[in-house]
């Protein structure tokens, strides 16, 4: 059971970068989503989708980009990578969001410099 | 506006039985869910409470009081391993039952 599969693991950039964080499940959820967390500032919702073609943004989605072509993969982009994205960023995914139960990737540790 | 508040920080011995405490602010109420993330590791689900009462699962327990907005994670038998950080989150508002807002999370740290 691969659950949800989360790529890279790590990540430098540069200032102004554009890069895109890959993830994918295999338990025909519904709903994904994709976080990052901070030291202190716990999870934040950066945006989600409740099934393919349909996403929309969560609490701090400014710089980041989602789509949902498929139930499988929800990949979010960086579109100009600034310092303060540096973060471990999450992708979960659950049956229906909510309190179902998420399963999360393993995290990208992103630093911009 | 909608919130979650828990402590930041809490320390006990192996054996020992400790309580995580959440209070949480929102527009109506779809349930509170309880997670386990250890350091460098990604959350795991503990635990879901939609009506007031405890559940009880080996020796994770939740409790939730919906009159009161408050809820608590119960852990028994106190092990190392159960040094990690722990959240509740819950959905914000009938609008948006579909996602979660979480707590900043409690640091447990358990010492033999």
């Known amino acids: 059971n691969a659950g949800v599969t989360q790529t890279p693991k790590f990540q430098v950039l540069k200032t102004g970068q554009s890069m895109t964080l890959q993830c994918a499940q295999d338990?025909?959820?519904?709903?994904m989503s994709w976080y990052r967390q901070d030291p202190g500032m716990g999870l934040r919702l950066i945006h989600y989708?409740?099934?393919?073609?349909?996403?929309d943004q969560g609490e701090v989605p400014n710089g980041y980009n989602v789509s949902r072509s498929t139930t499988e993969d929800f990949p979010l982009r960086l579109l100009s990578a600034a310092p303060s994205q540096t973060s471990v960023y999450f992708c979960?995914?659950?049956?229906?969001?909510?309190?179902?139960?998420?399963?999360f990737g393993q995290g990208t540790r992103l630093t911009v410099v | 506006g909608q919130s979650l508040e828990q402590p930041s920080e809490v320390t006990a011995v192996e054996g020992a039985i400790v309580q995580i405490n959440c209070t949480y602010q929102?527009?109506?109420?779809?349930?509170l869910s309880w997670y386990q993330q250890h350091d460098g590791g990604a959350p795991t689900f503990l635990s879901y409470n939609a009506l007031d009462g405890l559940e009880e699962t080996g020796r994770f327990s939740s409790f939730l009081s919906r009159s009161d907005s408050y809820g608590y994670l119960l852990l028994q038998e106190l092990q190392m391993k159960d040094s990690a950080s722990y959240f509740c989150?819950?959905?914000?508002?009938?609008?948006?039952?579909?996602?979660?807002?979480w707590g900043l999370g409690t640091s447990l740290a358990v010492n033999p």
């Open positions: 989150a819950v959905p914000p508002n009938a609008g948006n039952n579909r996602k979660l807002i």
């Open positions: 929102t527009s109506g109420f779809y349930g």
């Open positions: 338990m025909n959820h519904e709903y």
């Open positions: 989708s409740v099934g393919a073609g349909i996403t």
């Open positions: 979960a995914s659950s049956y229906r969001g909510g309190n179902t139960e998420a399963f």
